[in-house]
């Protein structure tokens, strides 16, 4: 196992910075690179710190960020989700490691949960220089939603969505809506555990902020980066939580079934069992296995 160090870290996307936590083990030579990031509306305090750690004392650099307009990040108005500025944000995350003295930019790795595991499929079917992705619980597409969500409730998610999205065009601010709920509630993503789950991951100084701009409901039937899952080159682990209310696990399993080089790791919990324990100290070792073993430490 190796020490390492956490610094603070910046770097520009778009018009805006990223904030970012940068992991260096304290190896010599060039090591290879992990870019992490959080999924719908999270952010890097909410235990990716814990992944992190595990990937650095493995000898593994991290680079761990907030997307713009979320937690450290700058970008206005907050809480805005736009797939099109999260993908540059990672492509910016990338380019930023291979950047960094002492790291090898040949042997980058991605780590994206949930939406996050969207984003790194999506990128690693265009960068064909990404060594390994892992995609934990991520979204892959939209068709097959894990849970039934009520007529009402989804015209009520259209409606907001279209209210704000009229907001954005005349330049006035967002309409939001609460991100994360239980069933009852009138939240963007609501399942059975879904408020107890979110509260398990969140420390109490949090960044996270359990609202979201509505217009992002728009971009939900249109983002499809499981269907690009074929074009990914490299080795990529795909992490399944059998009992996930949030995301269907079939989604996962068709989208690993078009990738060439794909293993699935599954554990019997729902969305949010991966993030912690009992199940946390498994999910890592098995995560930090398949990433030693493709950006392998050692140039053969």
Wanted: proline share 6%; aromatic share 10%; charged share 20%.
């Amino acid at each position: 196992m190796s020490t390492f160090t956490r610094s603070d870290l910046t770097f520009n996307s778009g018009d805006d910075s990223c904030a970012a936590w940068f992991y260096r083990p304290d190896t010599t030579g060039p090591v290879p690179g992990v870019v992490m990031a959080h999924g719908f509306t999270a952010v890097r305090d909410q235990r990716l710190d814990a992944y992190a750690e595990a990937f650095a004392a493995a000898g593994m650099a991290v680079l761990l960020f907030d997307y713009r307009h979320f937690g450290a990040s700058a970008g206005e108005p907050r809480q805005l989700l736009s797939v099109k500025h999260q993908l540059q944000d990672w492509d910016m995350a990338v380019a930023t490691l291979r950047q960094q003295p002492g790291i090898d930019p040949e042997r980058i790795g991605l780590w994206g949960t949930s939406f996050g595991g969207a984003h790194v499929q999506a990128v690693a079917a265009r960068d064909h220089r990404i060594a390994a992705v892992v995609a934990q619980i991520p979204f892959c597409w939209a068709e097959k939603p894990q849970q039934k969500v009520p007529l009402q409730k989804t015209l009520g998610l259209l409606y907001a969505a279209l209210k704000d999205s009229l907001r954005g065009a005349f330049g006035l601010s967002p309409h939001y809506i609460q991100a994360i709920g239980d069933p009852d509630d009138d939240a963007a993503m609501t399942s059975p555990g879904a408020a107890a789950g979110i509260a398990s991951i969140t420390p109490a100084d949090s960044g996270w902020r359990n609202r979201v701009a509505a217009r992002f409901v728009f971009q939900l039937a249109s983002y499809k980066p499981g269907k690009q899952a074929g074009n990914i080159r490299c080795p990529i682990h795909y992490t399944i939580a059998a009992r996930d209310a949030f995301i269907s696990p079939a989604t996962i399993r068709e989208a690993a079934a078009l990738a060439p080089n794909a293993e699935i790791a599954s554990y019997d919990c729902g969305h949010f069992g991966v993030y912690v324990e009992p199940l946390f100290s498994e999910v890592a070792r098995d995560e930090t296995a398949f990433l030693l073993q493709h950006l392998a430490l050692q140039r053969t």
